[in-house]
């Protein structure tokens, strides 16, 4: 190639790169104008008044009414939202509410310094505060918790103890709490561990809510002295039915036996919520309860008692959970009792001859709607993969349940495995029906307004299909399946 032709070629060359230089510069000033206006934008979350983010960052915080809960919780809430922004954090910062809620932890892998913990507090202002305090079971930090709640006790208002019954008369809980509303106790026996009556918050007039943790010894509930009248929750174990009589002003109850009563006869006027965990038959055989609306006895299939305890007391009961079982019950009879007022039912667990039972092909369900009338809410949850259920007796259930004026409203089923709806059966509303598939069916249902869940915890297999998805919205129905 000839020297001409190539100082031509590198002329071209020349010429391309000094067009791609004004390109790339055209580039780069492009680039620091966009980066200039983005740089002046106020990013929308930052546009919201100071307050507003504040209640946002409310809902950061676990909802410490419900005690019992919060292994997780770890204070990570305030100090994450600090560090996202200046503005965040002077937001934090200005909020006493977000540091109201304390969890003071000590064990070998995890200790609070003492500075931290009133820093902390501080912040707080003169809000109401919200502790856990969790001990390794050394008692080594006893004096700072106890120096904690002597400072702070008139701003307590609910207080959570993970420690020794040997370390509880050191903490001064007979002191003053006006604004108690709620108190939990967890407690393990230690060798060391001082044999006296534990006299615990007897200056809260606010005190409504109590959890003693079934891990404490018997002689720890014996020997504890509460202001048991003005209780209205508790949750713990029942070492004597006539702790009932102690509280009077009862009106929800979660607890567990340890062994059995005897025939210890209590009638409680007042209790409206009761949730067995372990002993139902001790329970059920023993109290009376006449103003009993929601009983869950779900843990168990201890059930011989159920009948006389209904007719004994006479519930207005409005929402029955239990197991799924023929174990010493007819459910017939039992659901019979209460079927003026009840409303909501859950059953776990229920085996392939309690559901043939629910869903027959001919005989009459102990939920049809002339035994349970006002029946609208019935969930199945969990149901086991052996066991097996009638599908045309459950889609002739449910229409049978969609009438206008005692509608089911919502019906779950739950399986551990995917179900299979593409059979065909012959059912329909009132004396008319037709062949379909099971699948066709519950779309139908469900665009008459009644919700169902059909299928596993992640996926529902009752689907409304789209041509009844127009009945639906001309008859005010739902449009669309959870």
């Known amino acids: 190639m000839s020297t001409t032709v190539l100082r031509k070629h590198l002329?071209?060359?020349?010429?391309?790169?000094?067009?791609?230089?004004?390109?790339?510069?055209?580039?780069?000033?492009?680039?620091?104008?966009?980066e200039r206006e983005l740089n002046a934008t106020i990013y929308p979350i930052l546009t919201l008044p100071p307050e507003i983010t504040a209640e946002i960052f409310l809902h950061c915080l676990p909802p410490f009414a419900n005690l019992g809960w919060w292994y997780e919780y770890d204070n990570a809430a305030p100090i994450f939202l600090g560090r996202v922004c200046r503005a965040w954090r002077d937001i934090a910062l200005a909020t006493p509410v977000l540091w109201s809620t304390l969890t003071i932890t000590f064990t070998h892998k995890r200790r609070l310094s003492s500075d931290f913990i009133f820093r902390w507090l501080a912040r707080a202002g003169k809000c109401p505060l919200s502790i856990v305090f969790r001990d390794d079971g050394e008692g080594s930090e006893i004096p700072l918790l106890t120096k904690v709640i002597q400072r702070y006790s008139l701003q307590i208002r609910y207080l959570e103890l993970y420690t020794t019954k040997g370390q509880l008369p050191?903490?001064?809980?007979?002191?003053?709490?006006?604004?108690?509303?709620?108190?939990?106790?967890?407690?393990?026996?230690?060798?060391?561990?001082?044999?006296?009556?534990?006299?615990?918050?007897?200056?809260?007039?606010?005190?409504?809510?109590?959890?003693?943790?079934?891990?404490?010894?018997?002689?720890?509930?014996?020997?504890?002295?509460?202001?048991?009248?003005?209780?209205?929750?508790?949750?713990?174990?029942?070492?004597?039915?006539?702790?009932?009589?102690?509280?009077?002003?009862?009106?929800?109850?979660?607890?567990?036996?340890?062994?059995?009563?005897?025939?210890?006869?209590?009638?409680?006027?007042?209790?409206?919520?009761?949730?067995?965990?372990?002993?139902?038959?001790?329970?059920?055989?023993?109290l009376t309860l006449p103003a009993l609306q929601h009983l869950d006895i779900s843990s168990t299939d201890d059930y011989e008692e159920l009948e006389s305890f209904l007719i004994r007391s006479s519930p207005p009961?409005?929402?029955?959970?239990?197991?799924?079982?023929?174990?010493?019950?007819?459910?017939?009879?039992?659901?019979?009792?209460?079927?003026?007022?009840?409303?909501?039912?859950?059953?776990?667990?229920?085996?392939?001859?309690?559901?043939?039972?629910?869903?027959?092909?001919?005989?009459?369900?102990?939920?049809?709607?002339?035994?349970?009338?006002?029946?609208?809410?019935?969930?199945?949850?969990?149901?086991?993969?052996?066991?097996?259920?009638?599908?045309?007796?459950?889609?002739?259930?449910?229409?049978?349940?969609?009438?206008?004026?005692?509608?089911?409203?919502s019906f779950r089923l739950v399986w551990d495995y995917s179900p299979f709806l593409d059979d065909d059966c012959w059912a329909g509303p009132g004396d008319t029906g037709k062949w379909d598939k099971i699948s066709n069916h519950l779309s139908e249902l469900m665009s008459t307004g009644l919700d169902i869940y059909l299928g596993i915890e992640e996926k529902n297999y009752a689907v409304l299909h789209e041509s009844d998805s127009w009945r639906a919205v001309e008859r005010g129905g739902t449009t669309g399946s959870r």
């Open 170 to 286: 050191k903490l001064g809980l007979d002191m003053g709490f006006p604004l108690l509303e709620g108190a939990s106790l967890h407690s393990e026996h230690e060798t060391h561990d001082v044999d006296v009556d534990l006299v615990l918050f007897n200056n809260a007039p606010r005190l409504t809510e109590f959890h003693l943790d079934a891990v404490v010894p018997d002689d720890i509930a014996r020997r504890l002295t509460l202001p048991w009248s003005q209780l209205t929750r508790y949750h713990g174990t029942i070492h004597e039915l006539c702790l009932f009589d102690k509280l009077p002003n009862l009106i929800e109850a979660t607890c567990s036996i340890e062994y059995r009563l005897g025939s210890t006869a209590v009638i409680h006027t007042r209790l409206a919520s009761l949730t067995v965990s372990d002993g139902v038959g001790d329970i059920l055989a023993n």
């Open 317 to 409: 009961l409005v929402s029955l959970s239990a197991r799924g079982t023929h174990t010493y019950c007819d459910w017939a009879r039992c659901l019979a009792l209460v079927a003026k007022t009840l409303s909501t039912v859950s059953f776990k667990s229920p085996s392939t001859d309690f559901l043939a039972t629910i869903f027959p092909d001919q005989d009459s369900s102990p939920l049809s709607r002339s035994t349970v009338p006002n029946l609208r809410v019935l969930t199945l949850d969990p149901v086991a993969r052996d066991c097996r259920l009638n599908y045309q007796g459950l889609v002739r259930f449910l229409y049978s349940r969609s009438s206008r004026f005692d509608r089911l409203r």
């Open 11 to 34: 002329a071209e060359l020349d010429a391309q790169i000094a067009e791609q230089k004004n390109i790339l510069e055209e580039l780069e000033e492009v680039r620091t104008a966009v």
